[in-house]
């Protein structure tokens, strides 16, 4: 129930915790349906972050595998503190997309730069 509540801050529709994800990629075809990476969040009452992905639908125009690669390579550049870097691989995913909104709005919102004791995940302010 978690994962559910979380889907509007994150602007995705489906999250997924580590494990699903991991079954789901090594058991099912991209033809089926894929599974995205999002974050490292920290919900509202847990101390720890948590890793959550996003189920998506077989490839389509609005959402390519070029897409979810480029959005792949920007988490990546986020976390590891290079912003510069992930937003201009997050220019490369489609406008349409709410996770790239999410992590966007994050960056602009820390002033494009990564607070000094930042961990690499985003807390969330709402349940």
């Not at 979380?6 to 529709?13: D, H, L, N």
């Not at 349906?33 to 920290?42: G, K, S, T």
């Not at 997050?90 to 996770?99: C, E, Q, T």
Request: glycine share 4%.
């Amino acid at each position: 129930s978690r994962l559910e509540t979380m889907t509007r801050q994150v602007q995705a529709s489906i999250l997924i915790d580590p494990p699903t994800a991991a079954v789901i990629r090594a058991s099912l075809p991209t033809g089926i349906c894929r599974v995205r990476r999002l974050a490292r969040v920290r919900p509202v009452g847990l101390s720890a972050p948590i890793e959550v992905s996003e189920l998506l639908p077989p490839a389509c125009p609005e959402l390519t595998d070029e897409h979810l690669a480029a959005y792949e390579s920007a988490l990546t550049a986020f976390e590891s503190r290079d912003w510069p870097f992930a937003l201009e691989r997050l220019k490369s995913v489609s406008f349409h997309d709410g996770a790239t909104d999410f992590l966007t709005l994050f960056i602009d919102q820390h002033g494009r730069s990564p607070p000094t004791n930042w961990d690499g995940s985003i807390a969330l302010l709402a349940k």
